[in-house]
């Protein structure tokens, strides 16, 4: 009877052993053949972008037969809400692409790993410390932004040098008067001068505003965040109000749109100019009629020069990991110099390293490369970039009330008051 306790006590002991085995190997993302697994979700959606980006996985599968990489399409349209999902039911891929501007709730969640020991030093010095700032919370460091899109002018290089307008470059820009009075020169004849689409009016207005010294979001000495509307923060916003409802030289109708929406126009001969993302030149040179000409102009500089905001995209490792030193390992092999060029080719936007932007594949004039690479000094952390509750504060304040005051609906006082009023009860929520 003993003898049958004992082999019955050992075959339990045998099968809880078993059983902690093969916890222990599904909890590590390993197979039965000792190699690690990661799984990289991906938002690249352009076919260029994406074939890359493959591409790219394809070379580590090949060089790291113990780390393979699986590449997972994801989708911006779903992303915060999909990767919440996906934290919270323990689901979520090790390595993770999004944008800086969408990090802060997972970060200070602690869905997302602090990076700051597991990166090599060479990818810490490459990238300045501006675009870091993109991604740092708290003391944390929970992303590496890698691609960045400044907002620029496209224009329609035939009516530029009818019009006989002075043309801006990096070195000279147009202020933003001195624009306001080019988009007048501009107009006439069932054309207007510029088409802003700001369907999403929040970022541009806010990101174009650091050239202005608007900051809209101040950090007070307790830490806590408030809106604040002074003449650095009206002054862009002033120009872009008074180009619709006091001069002509801005289209009502591109209010409502998306920048892909005012395309045909501007093919058109409609707008002599579009105020767009870097990005959308890959659409313009896959759209554009045959023989129609067209260039990139630096957008309009204030007090505080070209500078302007942007929310760079980035590479995140999940916290819950097992494998986060093979995950950074990816990543900076993904963000090589070469590779992060390779990457931005196919964004059709600027790479954040100091390496990859001396690259002489972006120094040329075509399409306006060297154009883009020349105001990537000037680019700047978002202002709302780790304010906790600006998703609220965009979604039920600043969108709504800049609408209203871009279509001429409501004035400068109300819009200010909107901001800051109604906003500051927003965020004062999500800092008690």
Not at 115 to 137: C, H
Not at 191 to 218: C, D, M, Q
Not at 284 to 301: C, K, M, R
Request: aromatic share 8%.
């Amino acid at each position: 009877m003993r003898a049958r306790l004992l082999t019955l006590a050992g075959a339990v002991l045998a099968l809880l052993l078993s059983t902690l085995t093969l916890s222990g190997c599904s909890a590590s993302g390993s197979d039965t053949g000792g190699k690690v697994r990661l799984r990289f979700q991906s938002l690249a959606w352009q076919k260029e972008s994406v074939a890359a980006t493959k591409k790219l996985v394809k070379e580590w599968n090949a060089a790291h037969p113990e780390i393979q990489v699986q590449y997972v399409q994801g989708s911006w349209d779903t992303v915060h809400d999909q990767l919440l999902t996906a934290f919270e039911g323990g689901e979520a891929p090790d390595v993770i692409h999004d944008a800086s501007d969408d990090l802060a709730d997972f970060a200070y969640g602690g869905y997302l790993a602090d990076l700051r020991t597991l990166l090599p030093a060479g990818l810490r010095e490459d990238i300045p410390a501006r675009s870091w700032e993109t991604t740092t919370f708290g003391k944390g460091v929970y992303g590496v932004p890698f691609l960045q899109e400044p907002r620029v002018l496209i224009a329609n290089t035939k009516i530029l040098r009818s019009s006989g307008v002075r043309i801006p470059t990096p070195e000279r820009p147009w202020s933003w008067e001195e624009f306001r009075q080019m988009t007048k020169k501009l107009s006439g004849k069932g054309r207007y001068g510029i088409a802003w689409p700001l369907k999403e009016p929040v970022s541009i207005t806010l990101n174009l505003g650091l050239s202005t010294g608007g900051r809209l979001f101040h950090r007070d000495a307790d830490g806590k965040t408030r809106v604040a509307f002074g003449d650095g923060e009206a002054a862009v916003p002033s120009v872009v109000h008074d180009q619709v409802n006091v001069d002509g030289s801005a289209a009502r109708t591109t209010l409502g749109m998306g920048g892909s929406d005012t395309l045909p126009g501007f093919f058109g001969g409609r707008y002599a100019m579009a105020a767009l993302g870097f990005s959308y030149r890959q659409q313009i040179v896959q759209q554009a009629p045959e023989g129609f000409e067209w260039t990139v102009l630096p957008a309009p500089a204030g007090g505080e020069g070209l500078a302007q905001g942007v929310s760079p995209q980035t590479l995140s490792v999940s916290e819950d990991s097992p494998h986060k030193k093979e995950a950074a390992e990816f990543i900076a092999f993904l963000l090589r110099p070469r590779n992060m060029v390779r990457l931005a080719e196919g964004d059709w936007m600027l790479p954040t390293g100091t390496a990859a932007l001396k690259d002489p594949a972006l120094h040329t004039e075509r399409y306006g490369w060297a154009t883009g690479v020349a105001l990537a000094g000037a680019l700047r952390s978002a202002p709302a970039q780790s304010v906790r509750g600006y998703p609220e504060w965009k979604d039920k304040v600043a969108t709504p009330a800049l609408q209203e005051y871009y279509s001429g609906a409501i004035g400068l006082a109300e819009l200010r008051k909107r901001l800051v009023k109604d906003g500051n009860l927003v965020l004062a929520r999500y800092q008690r």
